[in-house]
Every structure is written in structure tokens, then in C-alpha cells.
């Protein structure tokens, strides 16, 4: 069976460019063209995962965001025009998964819902499943990793990221001291016959770095190789 996918944007241009380039993938898809519209039926009847707009007539993607949490833990990307620092840190504490600014790329975002929905479906088959142990947390010096719990911290202060950072970090701390090609760390992040561009990672990079920095501003342990890669230095 397909998975549903709810968009939620009162921009009508992505509403239907996106739907199309969701459907032509397999996916189901419902729009919405405003966030108290798209409240009752979401929480009503669940999608598997929904994407949505921040700046939105008569509620905004905060505030559905807010009152889904309430109810519901539906796997949720921003999509959002807004590139600010504190509407991404904001938003992922609130319980999103996942934060794509515009103009973004179609596949880009495609993959990244792949790899949310892979995480979820993994999730759910550990919990339904007793005897199958749960990912074992990944310890690496001051990094603690907690796979089946989607947590990272560091010294012991949570670091919050999206999935595909959470997934980038979790491909470099599995072997510290081995250095990673952009090309392994896009197959690691997206794992689909998707083409991203050698800077989305670097970009991802940057944003794990930044996010550490923010708890420790001496982090270093995320290393460049240039013309290489990167990899995860353990102290």
C-alpha cells in the first residue's frame, strides 16, 4: 500500500507541482490549502507523514504543528520560505522531523520524506516486535547516540537534528577515525537513485557543526578531508 502524504501550503503553484511529482512516485496525496482546514483531517484521518508550509492564512504551521503534537506524533517537514535560525530550532523542537526552505528541490524532498518514512516504518516493527533488541546506542567520547529514541547529546546536553543530519552523524560516529565520501554520506542519508548535490552535504555538515557549537564552542570533532570527505574524530 502507498503511503498518504498530507501538503499543507497556501501556495496552489506547489501545491500542485509537488502533488504531481509525489504521485508520479507512488505516493497518495491530500492537500490543504490553510492550517485550520487541514487540522480537523489530519488528526481525523492520520496521514503517514505530512509536509508543511510556516506562513499560512488563518493558522500557521507553527501553531498546527503545536496542536497536532497535542494529539498526534505524525513525521512532519517544514517547507517553509522562512531561512532563519530560530524558525528551524523552534520548529524541531516542537517535534518536527525534518525542515526544507524554498526554493527547494522536488527529488530533494522526495528523498527526504523516503528516508523519514524509513525511519518510522523501522521504528514501528521494533516496537511491535518484543524480542527484537532495540538499535544499540552509539557512544563516541562525549557523543551519545540513541537510535531508537532519535536522540543525540553531547556532554550530556541534548543536540536536536533532523533526520538526515541524524543519519549523516550516526554514518560518520559508527567508525570514528574513517573518513566518509560525500558519495557515501548521500547514499547513507537519502539511499534512493536520487542526484544531490556534493554542497547539500557540505550544507548538512555545516548545520551539525553549527548545531554542536551551540552546546560546546570548541566542537571539533567533526573533521574535513579536503577533497576527500569527512570523517569523525573521537577523543
Do not use: C
Not at 509536509?51 to 517544514?78: A, H, N, Q, W
Not at 517553509?80 to 523552534?90: G, I, N, P
Amino acid at each position: 500500500m502507498s503511503a498518504t502524504i498530507a501538503l499543507v501550503d497556501d501556495d496552489r503553484n506547489i501545491l500542485t507541482s509537488v502533488s504531481i511529482a509525489l504521485q508520479s512516485e507512488g505516493f497518495t496525496v491530500r492537500v490543504y490549502s490553510d492550517g485550520e482546514t487541514a487540522l480537523r483531517s489530519l488528526l481525523d484521518n492520520p496521514p503517514d507523514l505530512a509536509v508543511l508550509d510556516i506562513k499560512m492564512p488563518r493558522m500557521d504551521g507553527m501553531e498546527l504543528l503545536r496542536r497536532l503534537r497535542e494529539k498526534s506524533s505524525i513525521p512532519t517537514i517544514f517547507l517553509t520560505s522562512k531561512d532563519d535560525e530560530l524558525d528551524e530550532a523552534l520548529g524541531l523542537a516542537m517535534g518536527a522531523d525534518d525542515y526544507i526552505t524554498k526554493p527547494f528541490s522536488q527529488r530533494l524532498l522526495i528523498a527526504r520524506i523516503r528516508a523519514i518514512l524509513r525511519r518510522t516504518e523501522a521504528r514501528s516493527e521494533q516496537d511491535g516486535q518484543a524480542e527484537t533488541p532495540a538499535a544499540e546506542k552509539i557512544l563516541r567520547g562525549r557523543l551519545e547516540m540513541d537510535p531508537a529514541r532519535h536522540r543525540v547529546t553531547w556532554e550530556g546536553k541534548d543536540v536536536t537534528l533532523t533526520v538526515t543530519e541524524f543519519l549523516i552523524l550516526e554514518a560518520l560516529a559508527q567508525r570514528p577515525g574513517f573518513v566518509k565520501s560525500r558519495d557515501q554520506l548521500m547514499d547513507t542519508a537519502y539511499q534512493d537513485d536520487v542526484y544531490v548535490d556534493d554542497r547539500t552535504i557540505d550544507s548538512h555538515i555545516k548545520r551539525l557543526r553549527r548545531k554542536f557549537r551551540q552546546v560546546d564552542s570548541e566542537f571539533k570533532a567533526i573533521e574535513t578531508l579536503y577533497g576527500v570527505g569527512y570523517r569523525f574524530a573521537e577523543e
